[in-house]
C-alpha cells in the first residue's frame, strides 16, 4: 500500500559526500557506474555492496543490503540495479521483497534495471527511475566541469556586490571626512582621499583584469579590497562623532554643540564625551 | 557556522558559499563585514575547488556479517 505514491518519492541530494551501489560485483553495470561517477564527480566516495541479482537468493540479499545500508547510514544516496538480460534474469526486481526494502530505505534510492525497454517493479517504487546503470550514476552525481561553472558564478557575483559595496561605502567615507571641521589637517585628509581614489581605482583594473584573466587569483583582490577598510582611514588618526540617542553620525560643530553627549568612535572602540563651547574660527 | 573551511564537505561549503552570494546581495552589512563575508566566500570557492580536483574515487567494499550489520570488505578490482 503506498509503494507506488509519487508524493512520497524523496529529493536526490545536489552534492552527495557518498554514494552506495548495490549491485553485482560482475558484469558491466558496476564498471559503468564506478567510470561514470568517477568521471563526473571523483570526490564522491563509494560504498560498495556487492549482491547476486539473479536467482532466488537475489530478492533476499537486495532487500538485506538496502536495510543494512540504512542502519549503518553514512551514504546520501543509493543506486541499486543490474545490466540487461531476459525477463527471468531481471525477475528478483519485481519482487515484493525489494519493493518493499526500497520503500522503506532511508536515504533516496535509485533503480537502474536492465536497458530503457524494462521497467520493474523496483523502477517503480525507487525515488528515481534510471534507464540504464549508467544514467544512474548521471543522476546521482553532478557533473564537475557544471559545479566549476557555478562556483564561477557565485565567485563573479561575490565580486560584483563587493565592488557596488565598496563605491557605495567609499563614498560615505569621503562625505564623513569633507563634513568635519577639520581645517587644519586638511593635508592629510587630502591624502587619506587619494589614497582611498587610488585603492579603488586600482581595485577596479583588478576587477576589469580578472575579467579577462580568470585565472588571477582572487587573493590580490582580497588584498585590495581590505585597502579600502575604513578602519584603515581611522586609524591614522580620525574619529567619528555620534549622537549616542539617534546613532547618527553629527556632521558638523553645531550638531555638536547641540547633541552635547556624543561618543567618538574611534578605530579600536569608542568613548563617550561632552562637548564645549564652539570655539573661535581662527583658533580651530 | 564556526567549522573550520579546511573541515567541511563539499555540499556543506556549497551552502555556505551560497548563502554568503545572497547576503551580500541583500546588502544589509556594514562595510567591514561586507569584507570578512567576501574573504569567507574566497576561501570557501577555494575549498569547492579544491575538494572538485581532489584524487581518484574512493571505493569501500562493505560485507554483511553473520549479525547482518557491514563491515570493510577487500578493495574491489575492478579489472
Partial sequence: ?284 | VSDPIQDLSFEEAMKRLERIVADLEAGNYSLAESLSRFEEGVALGRRCRELLASADLRIRTLVETPDGTLAEGEAFDEE
Avoid at chain 1, 530505505?105 to 536492465?114: E, K, L, N, R, T
Avoid at chain 1, 568635519?180 to 583594473?205: F, K
Avoid at chain 1, 564645549?276 to 583658533?283: K, L, N, V
Fill in chain 1, 1 to 284: 500500500v503506498g509503494l507506488f505514491d509519487e508524493a512520497r518519492k524523496r529529493p536526490l541530494p545536489r552534492y552527495p559526500a557518498a554514494v552506495a551501489v548495490v549491485t553485482s560485483p560482475t558484469g558491466a553495470a558496476v564498471r559503468d557506474i564506478f567510470a561514470t561517477l568517477r568521471r563526473r564527480f571523483p570526490c564522491v566516495e563509494v560504498l560498495f555492496l556487492a549482491v547476486p541479482v539473479q536467482g532466488a537468493q537475489a530478492a533476499p540479499a537486495i532487500a538485506r543490503a538496502l536495510d543494512a545500508l540504512s542502519a549503518r547510514g553514512g551514504a546520501d544516496v543509493a543506486i541499486v540495479g543490474r545490466g540487461g538480460g531476459s525477463i527471468e534474469d531481471l525477475w528478483a526486481f519485481n519482487e515484493e521483497t525489494v519493493a518493499r526494502a526500497i520503500h522503506r530505505c532511508a536515504i533516496p534510492v535509485i533503480s537502474a534495471v536492465g536497458h530503457e525497454k524494462d521497467v520493474t517493479i523496483a523502477d517503480l517504487v525507487a525515488d528515481r527511475r534510471a534507464a540504464t546503470p549508467t544514467m544512474a550514476a548521471e543522476i546521482a552525481v553532478p557533473d564537475r566541469s557544471d559545479v566549476r561553472h557555478r562556483i564561477d558564478a557565485l565567485e563573479r557575483g561575490m565580486g560584483a556586490r563587493m565592488r557596488t559595496r565598496l563605491e557605495r561605502g567609499g563614498a560615505r567615507v569621503g562625505e564623513l571626512l569633507r563634513s568635519y571641521a577639520l581645517g587644519r589637517v586638511r593635508g592629510r585628509i587630502e591624502h587619506s582621499m587619494q589614497a582611498l581614489d587610488y585603492a579603488a581605482l586600482r581595485l577596479h583594473q583588478g576587477l576589469r583584469a580578472r575579467a579577462r584573466d580568470r585565472s588571477a587569483g582572487l587573493d590580490a583582490l582580497t588584498a585590495r579590497l581590505g585597502a579600502l577598510d575604513p578602519r584603515g582611514i581611522m586609524r591614522r588618526g580620525f574619529a567619528v562623532c555620534v549622537d549616542p540617542r539617534t546613532g547618527r553620525v553629527l556632521r558638523g560643530a553645531g550638531e555638536a554643540v547641540a547633541a552635547r553627549d556624543v561618543y567618538l568612535s574611534f578605530h579600536d572602540g569608542a568613548v563617550a564625551a561632552v562637548v564645549g563651547r564652539r570655539i573661535a574660527e581662527e583658533t580651530r
